[in-house]
């Protein structure tokens, strides 16, 4: 089997909204007397490149504490990165500042998980949503109130919701609110972070057709963070898999779904539920992990799964880090078994 070691997809178009290269996050851990000496750090995100093209709904996949949700906010630069390269349609912004990243912000969002926690209990639905056209002078007030009216259609709330607040909402609505807001100025890529994990079922399919239909119609791009293997499978068209900090399979959706091959990714899909009994032949046979994830500031060396993994292969994972090789036509893996 030929391996190449990664530097991008072999597609042969080249339109990414998104591009991430050896990007990393690194929080010093403090000690001490005096609680100021840097004793290591949590390398929360290690030196990860995805490429996000546009139009296109990619999923970043892996147990909590796995570095997803930090990843999404580097990328929007919520946060500033350690190191590496942050490119947004074609440009660098992992170093833009001032007014500069604020008029950014105009082209990329995010949707948090906590639907709760992002809105306002004090401000009505009409003025949660219209906060950003304020903040950034877009219209006069009867235009703003023209295009809240609109942005509620596009998430299937009528006019009647404008003047209630939050406490007034169910989960679902609330939910559509926070994507309305999310949609006022006009962004053309958006980040999911969990964006239906505090759902019901049958809401979740509701909220998952909307974001569908806004993605044809707004010609939209997502990044969906999520545990859910269900919700990967049948939303997203590629999927990265993220393993304390480190991508360790990335490739399309269906391609990870019939063929995983890291023996993490296999592990977690044999613990994805089975609904339909077509469904179970897509399901790996249970792997069961031995322990739980561990602290990324102690991998320093080697495999940074080989004190989980079935397939080990002795010394060579406990002290050499793999590359992360294409040993299928677009489907790349960090692992030795496939060197």
Known sequence: MSVVICMGDADDMNEYIVETHNLKKYYPIKGGILGNKTLGYVRAVDGVDIPIRKNEIYALVGESGCGKTTFGKLILRIIDPTDGTILFDGHDIS?????????????????????????????????????????????????????????????????????????????????????????????????????????????????????????????????????????????????????????????????????????????????????FEEERRLVPKRVLLTSEISDSAHKLSGCRFHDRCPKKLGIICAEEEPDLLEVETNHFVRCHLFR
């Open 95 to 275: 170093k833009e500042t001032g007014e500069s990243l604020r008029q950014l912000r105009r082209r990329f969002q995010m949707i948090f998980q906590d639907t709760v926690g992002s809105l306002n209990p004090k401000k009505r639905v009409k003025d949660l949503i219209a906060a950003p056209l304020r903040n950034f002078n877009v219209g006069k007030a009867d235009g703003q109130g023209s295009r809240v009216r609109e942005l509620l259609d596009l998430v299937r709330l009528s006019s009647d919701y404008l003047y209630r607040y939050p406490s007034g909402l169910s989960g679902g609505e609330k939910q559509r609110v926070v994507i309305a807001r999310a949609l006022a100025l006009g962004p053309e890529f958006l980040v999911l972070d969990e964006p239906t994990s505090a759902l019901d079922v049958s809401i979740q399919a509701k909220i998952l057709g909307i974001l569908k239909k806004l993605r044809e119609e707004l010609a939209l791009s997502y990044l969906l963070i999520t545990h859910d293997l269900g919700l990967m499978r049948t939303f997203s068209d590629k999927v990265a898999v993220l393993y304390l900090g480190r991508i360790v399979e990335r490739a399309p959706t269906d391609t990870v779904i019939r063929n995983p091959l890291h023996p993490y990714s296999i592990a977690l899909l044999s613990a994805t539920p089975v609904v």
